[in-house]
């Protein structure tokens, strides 16, 4: 029986799988509280599918993949931010415009050249078909990230919070915000090989508003995020290896279960209190 239980870790394939389902929920996890927070949460989508272009441009110039996804995705939120400053529409709209229109060229780009890389990888992830060098690569990324994060987390409180008082003692917020963005990028591309892009939506998303629901401040947000993307992350690995599924999917239907229970006992208790 204890053979069957730690099966899974007899398996170098699973080994990656484990080392970077860690290494990547730990920077999205901490990241999806600030875009929860912020109103962001359709920016990481809309980064998350405008990668496509710069991933096929990259692999018509014969250059890494991830330089070209990271661009692309910079230029999506570069210019998101720019056509919001220049004009009336709402920020759900521009997102909208901008990331279709960029999906949509990835995808022509894509149908158009001979290539062996396969569309159902960028979307959905190979987090099994990894090497050692797409672990530590995406592990080293995140870690990036996230000593950024920290660095930084009483900026970006503060501009999440009130960024008119950010403002007025003399924060860049605007540039604050570009560098915000930049980081998130890094992010999507580093969860890119083993979240792929549809998923790696879901990753960005979900822990923080999981723990949105169920946390009393900030700090403690964080925490629950973090504990909760990684426990989803370790559990759906290891649950895919039994039920022979893909991880990627596996963890994002985890992580949906926890919303879902979190959301209806929050209802019942309100339903409970309204009663009293």
């Given at each position: ?23 990547i ?8 509280c ?6 962001w ?30 661009f ?23 997102l ?18 001979e ?14 078909g ?17 000593l950024?994060?920290y ?24 540039k604050?915000?570009?560098?915000f963005l ?32 169920i946390?009393?401040n ?6 629950f995020?973090l ?5 989803s ?27 879902i ?16």
């Amino acid at each position: 029986m204890l053979d069957l239980i730690l099966s899974p870790f007899e398996y170098t394939f699973m080994q990656k799988a484990f080392l970077i389902s860690i290494g990547i929920a730990i920077p999205m996890s901490v990241i999806s509280c600030y875009l929860i927070l912020k109103g962001w949460a359709l920016m990481g989508d809309a980064i998350s599918h405008a990668i496509l272009p710069g991933i096929v441009i990259s692999y018509i110039f014969g250059i890494a993949l991830s330089i070209g996804a990271f661009f692309a995705g910079l230029f999506c939120a570069l210019t998101s931010g720019y056509i919001k400053n220049n004009s009336k529409l709402k920020n759900d709209s521009i997102l909208g415009i901008v990331f279709s229109g960029m999906f949509a060229l990835g995808l022509i780009l894509y149908l158009k050249i001979e290539t062996d890389i396969h569309l159902d990888h960028i979307l959905f992830g190979n987090i099994l078909g990894l090497s050692w060098n797409d672990v530590i690569s995406s592990i080293a990324l995140g870690i990036v990230c996230s000593l950024f994060i920290y660095f930084q987390r009483f900026d970006l409180m503060l501009n999440i919070f009130d960024s008119q008082h950010a403002t007025a003692i003399g924060f860049n917020v605007k540039k604050l915000n570009y560098i915000f963005l930049a980081i998130l990028s890094l992010i999507i591309v580093a969860s890119l090989k083993s979240t792929g892009i549809i998923l790696g939506i879901a990753m960005l998303i979900i822990p923080g508003s999981i723990s949105y629901l169920i946390s009393k401040n900030f700090f403690e947000m964080m925490k629950f995020s973090l504990f909760i993307s990684i426990c989803s992350s370790l559990i759906g690995v290891y649950i895919s290896f039994f039920i022979d599924s893909a991880p990627a999917p596996t963890i994002v239907l985890i992580l949906a279960s926890i919303f879902i229970i979190c959301f209806l006992k929050k209802i019942k208790l309100k339903t409970i209190k309204s009663s009293l």
